[in-house]
Protein backbone atom coordinates (compact mmCIF):
# COMPACT_ATOMS: atom_id res chain seq x y z
CA UNK A 1 0.00 0.00 0.00
CA UNK A 2 0.92 3.87 -0.83
CA UNK A 3 1.65 5.76 1.82
CA UNK A 4 3.94 8.50 3.96
CA UNK A 5 6.24 7.07 6.71
CA UNK A 6 7.45 9.75 9.18
CA UNK A 7 10.38 8.47 11.66
CA UNK A 8 10.83 8.46 14.69
CA UNK A 9 7.74 8.53 15.97
CA UNK A 10 9.29 10.23 19.40
CA UNK A 11 12.16 12.17 19.73
CA UNK A 12 14.36 13.67 22.87
CA UNK A 13 17.04 16.18 22.01
CA UNK A 14 19.19 17.84 24.22
CA UNK A 15 19.73 21.51 23.90
CA UNK A 16 22.60 22.83 21.33
CA UNK A 17 21.96 19.13 19.35
CA UNK A 18 21.01 19.22 15.16
CA UNK A 19 18.14 16.31 14.76
CA UNK A 20 17.02 15.05 11.47
CA UNK A 21 13.23 13.88 10.91
CA UNK A 22 12.83 11.09 8.02
CA UNK A 23 9.93 11.40 5.62
CA UNK A 24 9.43 8.80 2.89
CA UNK A 25 6.74 8.23 0.31
CA UNK A 26 5.77 6.00 -2.35
CA UNK A 27 3.06 7.81 -3.81
CA UNK A 28 5.14 9.24 -6.73
CA UNK A 29 4.01 12.79 -5.27
CA UNK A 30 5.97 15.43 -6.62
CA UNK A 31 5.06 18.01 -3.67
CA UNK A 32 6.36 16.88 -0.37
CA UNK A 33 5.46 19.24 2.53
CA UNK A 34 6.46 20.12 6.82
CA UNK A 35 4.47 21.41 9.02
CA UNK A 36 4.56 22.09 12.67
CA UNK A 37 1.66 21.71 15.22
CA UNK A 38 1.87 23.73 18.53
CA UNK A 39 -1.30 23.11 21.15
CA UNK A 40 -3.82 25.51 20.00
CA UNK A 41 -2.40 26.11 17.25
CA UNK A 42 -2.84 25.34 13.09
CA UNK A 43 -0.70 23.62 11.56
CA UNK A 44 2.46 25.89 10.21
CA UNK A 45 4.25 25.34 7.06
CA UNK A 46 7.96 24.85 7.48
CA UNK A 47 9.47 24.30 4.13
CA UNK A 48 8.21 22.54 0.85
CA UNK A 49 8.86 20.86 -2.43
CA UNK A 50 7.63 20.66 -5.75
CA UNK A 51 10.30 19.17 -7.14
CA UNK A 52 13.28 17.22 -6.56
CA UNK A 53 16.34 19.22 -5.57
CA UNK A 54 14.41 21.98 -4.65
CA UNK A 55 12.29 23.42 -2.08
CA UNK A 56 11.16 26.66 -0.83
CA UNK A 57 10.80 28.79 2.72
CA UNK A 58 7.50 28.04 4.24
CA UNK A 59 5.93 30.24 7.29
CA UNK A 60 8.39 29.17 10.22
CA UNK A 61 11.92 28.63 8.40
CA UNK A 62 13.79 29.81 10.43
CA UNK A 63 16.14 27.09 12.28
CA UNK A 64 15.28 23.88 10.17
CA UNK A 65 17.01 23.10 6.93
CA UNK A 66 15.43 20.58 4.35
CA UNK A 67 17.03 18.68 1.19
CA UNK A 68 15.14 17.01 -1.66
CA UNK A 69 17.76 14.36 -3.16
CA UNK A 70 15.21 11.91 -3.93
CA UNK A 71 11.61 12.32 -5.13
CA UNK A 72 10.86 9.51 -2.24
CA UNK A 73 12.74 11.23 0.92
CA UNK A 74 12.22 14.91 2.29
CA UNK A 75 14.07 14.98 5.18
CA UNK A 76 13.62 17.95 8.22
CA UNK A 77 16.67 18.78 10.56
CA UNK A 78 15.89 20.88 13.28
CA UNK A 79 19.01 22.69 14.08
CA UNK A 80 20.37 24.23 17.54
CA UNK A 81 18.83 27.74 15.86
CA UNK A 82 15.73 26.76 16.24
CA UNK A 83 14.61 28.16 19.50
CA UNK A 84 11.91 26.22 20.63
CA UNK A 85 11.49 22.90 19.09
CA UNK A 86 9.20 21.18 20.90
CA UNK A 87 6.52 20.41 18.84
CA UNK A 88 4.36 17.94 16.85
CA UNK A 89 5.88 17.54 13.42
CA UNK A 90 4.02 16.29 10.57
CA UNK A 91 5.17 15.92 6.71
CA UNK A 92 2.53 15.56 3.64
CA UNK A 93 2.77 14.68 0.22
CA UNK A 94 0.07 15.54 -2.89
CA UNK A 95 0.07 15.66 -6.50
CA UNK A 96 1.47 18.70 -8.29
CA UNK A 97 -2.68 19.01 -8.87
CA UNK A 98 -3.14 19.28 -4.88
CA UNK A 99 -5.79 16.99 -5.31
CA UNK A 100 -5.24 14.92 -2.94
CA UNK A 101 -2.80 15.65 0.10
CA UNK A 102 -1.73 12.74 2.02
CA UNK A 103 0.00 12.88 5.62
CA UNK A 104 2.02 10.71 8.10
CA UNK A 105 1.56 9.64 11.27
CA UNK A 106 3.92 13.21 13.07
CA UNK A 107 6.77 12.82 14.90
CA UNK A 108 7.08 13.90 18.73
CA UNK A 109 10.29 15.94 19.34
CA UNK A 110 11.25 16.95 22.69
CA UNK A 111 14.17 19.01 23.86
CA UNK A 112 15.62 18.19 27.43
CA UNK B 1 -7.74 37.87 12.79
CA UNK B 2 -6.89 34.20 11.46
CA UNK B 3 -7.74 33.77 7.40
CA UNK B 4 -9.43 30.37 8.72
CA UNK B 5 -11.64 30.17 11.56
CA UNK B 6 -13.55 26.73 12.99
CA UNK B 7 -16.35 26.97 15.26
CA UNK B 8 -16.40 25.52 17.74
CA UNK B 9 -13.54 24.75 19.24
CA UNK B 10 -14.79 22.16 21.42
CA UNK B 11 -17.64 20.06 20.83
CA UNK B 12 -19.22 17.05 22.98
CA UNK B 13 -22.13 14.91 21.79
CA UNK B 14 -24.22 11.78 22.60
CA UNK B 15 -23.86 8.84 19.98
CA UNK B 16 -26.43 9.45 17.09
CA UNK B 17 -26.55 12.88 17.54
CA UNK B 18 -26.06 15.13 14.64
CA UNK B 19 -23.16 17.08 13.99
CA UNK B 20 -22.30 20.43 12.29
CA UNK B 21 -18.44 22.03 12.09
CA UNK B 22 -18.21 25.46 10.89
CA UNK B 23 -15.53 26.95 9.12
CA UNK B 24 -15.21 30.06 7.17
CA UNK B 25 -12.13 31.72 5.65
CA UNK B 26 -11.29 35.49 4.48
CA UNK B 27 -9.08 34.38 1.73
CA UNK B 28 -9.86 33.41 -1.79
CA UNK B 29 -9.35 30.02 -2.46
CA UNK B 30 -8.89 27.37 -5.00
CA UNK B 31 -10.26 24.41 -2.80
CA UNK B 32 -11.23 23.34 1.21
CA UNK B 33 -10.22 20.29 2.53
CA UNK B 34 -11.51 18.74 5.91
CA UNK B 35 -9.15 16.43 7.62
CA UNK B 36 -9.52 14.61 10.50
CA UNK B 37 -6.99 13.95 13.46
CA UNK B 38 -6.98 11.12 16.06
CA UNK B 39 -5.50 11.06 19.38
CA UNK B 40 -1.86 9.58 18.32
CA UNK B 41 -1.57 12.21 15.79
CA UNK B 42 -1.77 10.99 11.79
CA UNK B 43 -4.15 13.23 9.99
CA UNK B 44 -6.43 11.73 7.13
CA UNK B 45 -7.89 13.77 4.36
CA UNK B 46 -12.02 13.51 4.83
CA UNK B 47 -12.86 15.68 1.65
CA UNK B 48 -11.40 18.69 -0.77
CA UNK B 49 -13.84 20.86 -1.76
CA UNK B 50 -13.98 23.70 -4.83
CA UNK B 51 -18.26 23.82 -4.60
CA UNK B 52 -21.21 22.10 -3.60
CA UNK B 53 -21.41 19.11 -1.28
CA UNK B 54 -20.04 15.78 -0.99
CA UNK B 55 -20.85 12.81 1.01
CA UNK B 56 -19.08 9.93 2.42
CA UNK B 57 -21.22 7.35 4.85
CA UNK B 58 -22.19 9.69 7.84
CA UNK B 59 -20.14 12.71 6.52
CA UNK B 60 -21.14 15.76 4.53
CA UNK B 61 -19.14 18.40 3.32
CA UNK B 62 -20.93 21.24 2.03
CA UNK B 63 -19.22 25.12 0.68
CA UNK B 64 -20.59 28.35 -0.13
CA UNK B 65 -18.09 30.25 -2.06
CA UNK B 66 -19.39 33.30 -2.03
CA UNK B 67 -20.14 33.24 1.82
CA UNK B 68 -16.64 31.88 2.64
CA UNK B 69 -18.34 29.18 4.64
CA UNK B 70 -17.91 25.61 4.96
CA UNK B 71 -19.33 23.10 7.36
CA UNK B 72 -18.86 19.69 7.98
CA UNK B 73 -22.01 17.42 8.91
CA UNK B 74 -21.75 14.05 10.55
CA UNK B 75 -25.05 12.17 10.77
CA UNK B 76 -25.55 9.64 13.53
CA UNK B 77 -22.05 10.29 15.41
CA UNK B 78 -20.43 7.67 16.89
CA UNK B 79 -18.11 7.16 19.76
CA UNK B 80 -15.17 6.28 17.20
CA UNK B 81 -15.76 9.79 15.71
CA UNK B 82 -14.15 11.12 18.30
CA UNK B 83 -11.33 13.25 17.05
CA UNK B 84 -9.83 16.78 15.58
CA UNK B 85 -11.34 18.08 12.91
CA UNK B 86 -9.20 20.40 10.81
CA UNK B 87 -10.21 22.79 8.02
CA UNK B 88 -8.17 24.14 5.25
CA UNK B 89 -7.62 26.13 2.43
CA UNK B 90 -4.89 26.02 -0.58
CA UNK B 91 -4.88 29.21 -2.73
CA UNK B 92 -2.95 30.16 -6.28
CA UNK B 93 -0.02 28.80 -4.76
CA UNK B 94 -1.13 25.66 -3.52
CA UNK B 95 -0.50 25.79 -0.28
CA UNK B 96 -2.71 25.08 3.08
CA UNK B 97 -3.64 26.96 5.30
CA UNK B 98 -5.17 25.48 8.56
CA UNK B 99 -7.81 26.52 11.09
CA UNK B 100 -7.21 25.41 14.51
CA UNK B 101 -9.18 22.37 14.56
CA UNK B 102 -12.18 21.42 16.45
CA UNK B 103 -12.21 19.09 19.40
CA UNK B 104 -14.97 16.62 18.75
CA UNK B 105 -15.55 13.78 21.98
CA UNK B 106 -19.00 11.81 21.57
CA UNK B 107 -19.87 9.91 24.18
CA UNK B 108 -21.61 6.43 24.31
Known amino acids: DGGITQSPKYLFRKEGQNVTLSCEQNLNHDAMYWYRQDPGQGLRLIYYSQIVNDFQKGDIAEGYSVSREKKESFPLTVTSAQKNPTAFYLC???????????FGEGSWLTVV | KNEVEQSPQNLTAQEGEFITINCSYS?????LHWLQQHPGGGIVSLFMLSSGKKKHGRLIATINIQEKHSSLHITASHPRDSAVYICAVSGSARQLTFGSGTQLTVLP
Open chain 2, 27 to 31: VGISA
Open chain 1, 92 to 102: ASSTQAGNTIY
